[in-house]
């Protein structure tokens, strides 16, 4: 005697399959949109830190030519700690190059024409800038901002 089985026996654990890999397509699907989130944040942190760390530079080379046209002061090296406004270290260097170029409208009195070159280095670190022992590490920013400016006067 054969027995005959009907198409609902034959089918049977299907459903079971059917669930157990709409589980697993679910599970993968959390899995990826989680870390889509995760990488999304984490540019979004460092953007941001760059943002600041440029602003920090340009704000340190701004105080530099300030310094420089304004109060005739071109130190070699300055360190700006800003850690308790926006957490950046900026370390400021500015260069005075003098050089006699031409006579004044006169036509007598040379001129002296003054060149200023202000480097700001600015990042995210304690220790001064730049930081060589964490520049591999995650989440150190670093940015670099240069200016230069000329500043003529006549020699009596």
Known sequence: MSRMLSPFR???GLGALVAVLLVVLLTALGAALM???WSSQATTAASTLSARARQAARAGAEWGLYQALRNNSCTASTNIDLHNTNGMWVVLSCTATDYTEGVDEDGVTPRTVRIYNV???ACNSSAGCPDAGRVTQPGYVEREVRVSAT???TQP
């Open 119 to 121: 480097e700001a280095v």
């Open 10 to 12: 034959r089918q049977r």
């Open 151 to 153: 500043s003529v006067t």
């Open 35 to 37: 870390r889509m989130s």
